[in-house]
């Protein structure tokens, strides 16, 4: 008996060791089963809501597309505020800083008043009550431009100058400022010169080109190499004025440029948050004609001039945080198309990116918008396949950076509907973190934040909410609340 009970005693050790090895590995497959999940971090899936969304979007990591231009934005400046020049002067820190802030771009200068503004020469003296253009006019431009690290496109005066006006001036730039000088482009709106008194009503493409060949051709005699652009019409325009235009013009453009105005006129009840937040069919159309166009030429493009509602915009509409998720989504759809950069128009009109008060510079809700595409265009474009099981107005744009981080802007234009978004890459990553853009309101014209954080008064910004996203091998989950974007790095 004794034996026997020392066996039965030896046996239940080995069974109760047997019990606790299986139980060890069962803990090791637990472990390793969650090692690649953010929950043992402590960051939970993100449960869907009644009313919420699910989307699903793919994104294929492993065969990147095009890169976004390094300067694809831009901002468009009356030429009035060039004459003046206090404005665009690089002793405006603070308006340096919030250019500064969104990466190399471009600065064009234009609208109506360019073709009211005479070169007197570098060395002229304004006349009073007169809109007039010199030397140290064009060298505070330049010297701002390379100051925010910036390139300029100078719109010339086409409406009322002389051909031997525009060389000089052509000539003065490329002297003194060739190395941050994008181009010249001739004229602002041509197209419309026959409807805002410059020229008579049957004022059309041929006489145009008269002209402007007429300009180009003394710009030419001066400067051999300089930079010409063009035509610079507004929107549509395309087969009447830029097909010719390229054909025209062949090798002797090296940027070829356009305007747009998605909504207008103000006056329009239809012009509402709602109808800027719609999908953009019409300017994609513009946008792969245009890619046409400068493919013909070899050359790049872009919108010179864009904004929300022509005219000076629309208050309720162009000054609102929507402003800010339209322009954000734009870029993304237009640099797939193949578009060179965008110049938002600014000045003291509604749909302002920038505004000041005395010294003070401030950045408007779409200013955001531009800065949270600064966040996220940095790489090449990834290709993509995005899925909801039902209606929501949600974007998502990715791309691959240079040191493989995949960064995923997710922008949500539904007025009422959070969307729960699952991203899947292909790629396996360990970390995922994210800045939010939000404002309290889709038509909230100020307290809008990125990162958590609004810009500063000097013109600068720093995020100072960096959140942490749920990940679990290629996958990530997240939640996109109504009127909101999302920012995401994986890593």
Not at 59 to 65: I, K, L
Not at 305 to 320: A, M, R
Not at 462 to 469: F, L, Q, R, S, Y
Request: one cysteine or more.
């Amino acid at each position: 008996m004794k034996r026997s009970k020392i066996f039965h005693s030896d046996t239940s050790a080995k069974v109760a060791l047997v019990v606790c090895v299986f139980a060890f590995i069962a803990l090791l497959l637990a472990c390793s089963k969650s090692s690649g999940s953010q929950e043992a971090t402590g960051i939970p899936e993100p449960a869907p809501e009644p009313e919420g969304i699910i989307v699903n979007v793919d994104f294929d990591a492993a065969n990147p597309g095009i890169a976004i231009p390094e300067r694809f934005t831009g901002f468009s400046f009356s030429a009035e505020g060039l004459a003046n020049g206090d404005y665009l002067n690089p002793v405006n820190r603070g308006f340096v800083n919030l250019l500064k802030a969104l990466g190399p771009g471009v600065i064009r200068t234009g609208g109506y008043v360019v073709d009211g503004i005479r070169w007197i020469g570098p060395a002229g003296k304004p006349v009073p009550g007169t809109l007039s253009m010199n030397g140290w006019q064009l060298d505070n431009l330049f010297n701002f431009a390379r100051a925010c690290g910036y390139k300029v496109l100078l719109g010339m005066n086409l409406g009322n100058g002389l051909p031997q006006e525009s060389a000089s001036e052509a000539k003065y730039v490329c002297d003194k400022h060739r190395d941050a000088l994008l181009g010249f482009e001739i004229g602002n709106e041509p197209n419309g010169f026959n409807h805002n008194g410059l020229r008579p009503s049957n004022y059309q493409y041929p006489q145009f080109l008269v002209e402007y060949n007429a300009h180009r051709d003394k710009i030419l005699e001066l400067v051999p190499d300089a930079p010409l652009t063009g035509p610079g019409v507004s929107t549509p325009n395309i087969t009447a004025w830029v097909n010719p235009f390229v054909t025209d013009q062949s090798g002797k453009l090296v940027l070829l440029s356009k305007h747009y105005y998605k909504l207008g006129p103000a006056e329009d009840p239809t012009v509402t948050i709602e109808a800027l937040l719609k999908n953009n069919t019409a300017v994609l159309g513009q946008a792969d004609a245009m890619t046409v166009n400068a493919g013909k030429m070899n050359i790049s493009w872009r919108f010179s001039e864009i904004n929300s509602v022509y005219g000076g915009g629309k208050v309720g509409v162009s000054n609102t945080f929507g402003s800010a998720l339209w322009a954000l989504d734009m870029m993304f759809e237009l640099a797939k198309k193949g578009c060179g950069g965008v110049n938002f128009h600014t000045g003291g009109a509604s749909y302002t990116p920038i505004t000041r008060s005395k010294d003070l510079f401030s950045g408007r809700p779409l200013y955001y918008g531009m800065l949270a595409f600064a966040q996220g265009s940095k790489g090449r474009l990834l290709p993509s396949a995005l899925k909801a099981d039902s209606i929501i107005n949600l974007t998502c744009h990715a791309v691959l950076q240079p040191d493989n981080a995949i960064v995923v802007t997710v922008i949500n234009k539904d007025l009422n509907k959070a969307g729960f978004v699952t991203i899947s890459t292909h790629t396996a990553f360990s970390k995922a973190t994210l800045l939010r853009l939000t404002a309290p309101s889709p038509d909230n014209v100020s307290n809008v934040t990125l990162g958590g954080s609004a810009v500063k008064n000097d013109g600068t910004w720093e995020p100072k909410e960096i959140e942490e996203a749920y990940v679990s091998k290629n996958l990530c989950k997240l939640k996109v609340p109504a009127y909101s974007a999302v920012i995401l790095t994986l890593k």
